[in-house]
């Protein structure tokens, strides 16, 4: 079995699309550990704000067959893969960590680069795997958290309900 954290959003019908996903991605994988739900603005296009989270699962799946999962869930969201890559998106999900794993694997690079880059990724990979060493740098999501420039981009948790539990409180 193999830890997988995954980043998972939306900015099309967020709610609704988000809800759907973690409904396929428990019945394909089991259980969901699942961060808050935070809201940004759209980066590099002018778009809806996004809603976005964490998910850490277990999968029993080689890398490319999880991809393929991930893909088919996306696509159930009616993803739009003719789209520009910085465009509105009914359901994006990225695998970020693998376990320990560094480097390319069946055509995905681990750990994702997004991890470091984006406020609307590490936070809520900070908030479910906050002592979780990133396998490049040696240092946990927490203290990437800590020393991220928070002025760059802006995010704010929402509330957030699936199947009756409210995940993210204001």
């Known amino acids: 079995m193999s830890l997988i954290y995954l980043s998972v959003g939306s900015n099309i019908d967020a709610s609704r699309n988000i809800k759907s996903a973690l409904d396929s991605l428990e019945q394909q994988f089991g259980p969901l550990l699942i961060s808050s739900v935070y809201e940004s603005k759209a980066l590099g296009f002018q778009g809806k704000n996004f809603l976005n989270l964490a998910v ?72 479910i795997a906050p002592d979780c060493i990133h396998p490049c740098t040696g240092l946990t999501f927490s203290n990437h958290w800590q020393v991220f420039n928070k002025d760059l981009q802006s995010l704010w948790k929402v509330d957030f309900v699936w199947r009756g539990k409210q995940i993210s409180f204001r």
């Open 56 to 127: 850490a699962l277990e999968s029993h799946l080689p890398i490319n067959q999880t991809l393929n999962v991930l893909k088919k869930i996306e696509d159930l969201q009616k993803r739009d893969r003719s789209a520009p890559k910085f465009s509105d998106r009914t359901m994006d999900i990225d695998m970020l960590c693998v376990d320990d794993l560094k480097g390319n694997f069946d055509g995905i690079s681990l750990p994702r680069a997004e991890i470091l880059e984006n406020a609307f990724v590490l936070l809520p990979l900070a908030e």
